[in-house]
């Protein structure tokens, strides 16, 4: 793909979304997608890659939980009990996924697979994979977390350890509150805390 064709390919990406979501939504996707770039770059991973994964992947973040999960059903995605209780936070990224590829046009297996798990991980992710699921929580506009910036600074030199640290993080703030924790979190978690 030549360079030019790729900028326009960004360019519609970018329109498509900043019509698609809310401003602040919008003003994240861009924070996310300049991020992933940024650590495509310091991992050797393909950058256009990581910038549409960025851009893609809240893309089903305005839609009401119920389509949400009509398009879940739609594409035959198994539907757990806790995503139906929470399905703007939990099913967003399966449904983001389904909607990157046939409504956006994405083919590329390792970018709907990053946009599918940024939100709980997965054991044994891609490079691209974690990358997006990074990017997600450090991407500069995010409100200050525990140990932000630390964070930050590591993502730029070890992958895993930064994913290990980030769910750590999620999973006490989430044993804080009366959220139920996604399984495939618990999974990443224990996955990445072994290695």
Not at 42 to 69: I, R, Y
Not at 177 to 186: G, K, L, Q, R
């Amino acid at each position: 793909m030549s360079q030019s064709h790729h900028q326009s390919e960004m360019v519609k990406l970018r329109r498509a979304m900043e019509k698609e979501l809310s401003a602040g939504r919008y003003t994240h996707t861009l924070g996310v997608a300049y991020t992933a770039a940024a650590l495509a770059m310091a991992h050797g991973e393909e950058m256009g890659k990581a910038m549409t994964a960025g851009l893609l992947h809240d893309c089903a973040k305005s839609m009401h939980g119920s389509e949400l999960v009509a398009i879940c059903e739609k594409a035959h995605l198994n539907v757990t009990a806790v995503e139906r209780s929470n399905p703007t936070s939990l099913l967003h990224a399966k449904a983001g996924a389904y909607l990157a590829e046939h409504k956006y046009g994405v083919t590329d297996m390792d970018i709907l697979n990053a946009i599918r798990y940024h939100t709980t991980g997965r054991p044994d992710m891609s490079r691209l994979e974690k990358i997006l699921y990074i990017a997600d929580y450090i991407e500069p506009g995010r409100k200050q977390l525990a140990e932000l910036d630390m964070i930050r600074r590591i993502a730029f030199q070890d992958l895993d350890w930064t994913v290990e640290k980030i769910l750590a993080n999620i999973l006490a703030y989430l044993r804080t509150t009366d959220e139920e924790i996604d399984d495939m979190s618990n999974r990443t978690y224990q996955f990445y805390k072994r290695h």
